[in-house]
């Protein structure tokens, strides 16, 4: 009987191993206990009574948590539309063999990613006079497609440096290098981070509230401070975080869908399948002419 080794650690002995059944064990009673405290307050204080829930049985509550869960989409979905193609842009220039036009897509990127998100989206609204959706949308742009540009460099520069030296070497242009070569094998590698960066600009929507955007947190806490609905406050927050957070997971399972998809495609597997060589008989076709 072989035992196998790790490069990485050693194999756990007898000892070890029941020391980290004794370890998780414990860990599961303490998240345990914790989950049951939080119910048992939750019901201490009264969260599931039928006052503090009587007001989603409304239809103009109804249509205010609906309304605001639209717009919490729009604006994702118009951040997605300009953050993309600004983090590619910007990518691009960052890549550019033009020191001008390296310096000021760096400067670029280094500030909107330094400068907080909230800052630049409340200048937007308030020194530019810019309606909420788009003052929103402008400051999540900025920001993501900053880190975006990032994500797609450092995956540019993660393919092997041969491969781009092959391509160079069959006369190929930079531009093409960079569609037909460097980006779909950088393709798998950026996706996870991609979508991450997808899921914080769905969560940062949530700062719209802030400049009066009626995403879907301002619409919760609208109700939430409606004195007639006696302070709904944790009840409504019981509804909007599982809202939240199912879009979150459904954009993860959205990568994985696509990485999955990736991995049966040979384009996004870093290139078309190679034609077998053949032999031909004769001249060369020059010399045929």
């Known amino acids: 009987m072989?035992?196998?080794?790790?490069?990485?650690?050693?194999?756990p002995g007898p000892k070890a191993l029941a020391r980290h059944r004794l370890y998780g064990g414990i860990a599961l009673l303490v998240i345990a206990a914790l989950l049951g405290w939080i119910v048992y307050m939750l019901f201490h204080t009264?969260?599931?009574?039928?006052?503090?829930w009587m007001a989603f049985e409304y239809k103009g509550v109804q249509e205010l948590l609906l309304r605001g869960l639209g717009n919490t989409l729009k604006a994702f979905g118009w951040t997605v539309l300009f953050a993309l193609p600004f983090g590619a842009l910007f990518a691009?220039?960052?890549?550019?063999?033009?020191r001008p036009v390296r310096m000021l897509s760096t400067l670029v990127v280094e500030f909107f990613r330094a400068m907080p998100l909230l800052v630049m989206i409340f200048f937007i609204f308030v020194a530019l006079k810019v309606a909420p959706l788009w003052a929103l949308v402008a400051g999540l742009v900025l920001?993501?497609?900053?880190?975006?540009?990032?994500?797609?460099?450092?995956?540019?520069?993660?393919?092997?440096?041969g491969q781009k030296e092959a391509a160079f070497a069959l006369g190929m242009r930079k531009t093409q290098v960079m569609a037909y070569v460097l980006v779909p094998q950088a393709n798998r590698a950026m996706l996870p981070a991609i979508i991450s960066q997808l899921v914080v600009a769905l969560k940062d929507t949530s700062l719209g509230f802030l400049i009066t955007y009626e995403e879907f947190l301002h619409a919760g806490k609208l109700i939430a401070t409606n004195l007639d609905y006696d302070l709904p406050f944790i009840p409504v927050v019981m509804v909007i975080a599982p809202v939240y957070i199912g879009m979150c997971l459904l954009l993860s399972w959205f990568a994985r869908w696509v990485e999955r998809q990736g991995r049966r495609r040979p384009s996004m597997r870093g290139g078309a399948p190679v034609a077998s060589a053949e032999v031909a008989m004769g001249l060369p076709p020059t010399a045929q002419q």
């Open 2 to 11: 072989t035992v196998e080794s790790s490069a990485l650690y050693d194999i």
């Open 46 to 52: 009264q969260q599931f009574t039928e006052s503090k």
């Open 92 to 98: 691009a220039g960052r890549l550019s063999d033009h």
């Open 143 to 161: 920001y993501n497609g900053s880190v975006l540009a990032e994500v797609f460099r450092a995956g540019v520069l993660a393919v092997p440096k």
